[in-house]
């Protein structure tokens, strides 16, 4: 799995007053969408920025570069066996508005029995990675938490890209030292001669 694939919607506040119909949703503010998939340590491994706030996550998905390394060659080489079926492609979690792709995976809507429940449950719990790096980024990150005040769309994207770098940085060194960790540290050590000592008396 590479990870959850999702869209979140950030709000333009300073917008080209003749482009308010392509990026206003219903009767709300106009938004710029980010499609990004995200793996449970909240590295970013995908951003799409740009799409206009009235496209659903199917529409953004058409005009999406996500499939591009897979096309190419580049993606990660991956290997699993499901149900004694083995497979080379790696896979997205999604939610269910996403289309039945053999690259996607979706929660199965109404279990029947234990099995299909405990799938689903793990699933939606997955899930949730991308909704968690989309609100540590914004978290991190006030410009992106607030409306957008920059007129240009293009100066816009670049605050965006700049902000996944460095919040996979941060999530890279944090990983980091994550693994510096000595267990030796938190074991006890015996001393034989005070054990024998304490037998003694």
């Known amino acids: 799995m590479i990870g959850s ?29 980010l499609e990004a998939v995200a793996s449970h340590d909240l590295w970013i491994w ?11 996550d199917i529409n ?8 591009d390394d ?16 083995e497979y080379h492609l790696a896979y997205y979690l ?31 719990a997955v899930r949730k990675d991308v909704e968690r790096a989309f609100g540590v980024l914004q978290a991190r990150f006030a410009i992106v938490k607030n409306p957008a005040l920059v007129y240009n769309k293009e100066t816009i994207g670049k605050i965006m890209r700049a902000c996944i770098i460095l919040h996979n940085m941060i999530v890279e060194d944090e990983r980091d030292g994550y693994n510096q960790l000595n267990p030796a540290e938190f074991e006890q050590q015996y001393d034989d001669h005070a054990e024998q000592a304490e037998g003694s008396s």
């Open 5 to 33: 694939i999702d869209c979140m919607h950030w709000e333009w506040k300073n917008f080209p007053t003749a482009w308010k119909g392509q990026y206003t949703r219903g009767s709300g503010n106009p938004t710029i969408v």
């Open 94 to 124: 999604t939610d269910g508005i996403y289309p039945k792709w053999a690259t996607f995976i979706q929660s199965i809507k109404l279990p029947q029995d234990p099995k299909a429940s405990f799938f689903a449950t793990c699933q939606e």
């Open 70 to 85: 897979i096309l190419q060659g580049y993606a990660p080489k991956v290997n699993y066996i499901v149900n004694g079926r």
């Open 46 to 56: 995908h951003a799409f920025f740009g799409p206009p706030g009235t496209l659903n």
């Open 60 to 67: 953004v998905l058409d005009r999406s570069p996500v499939f």
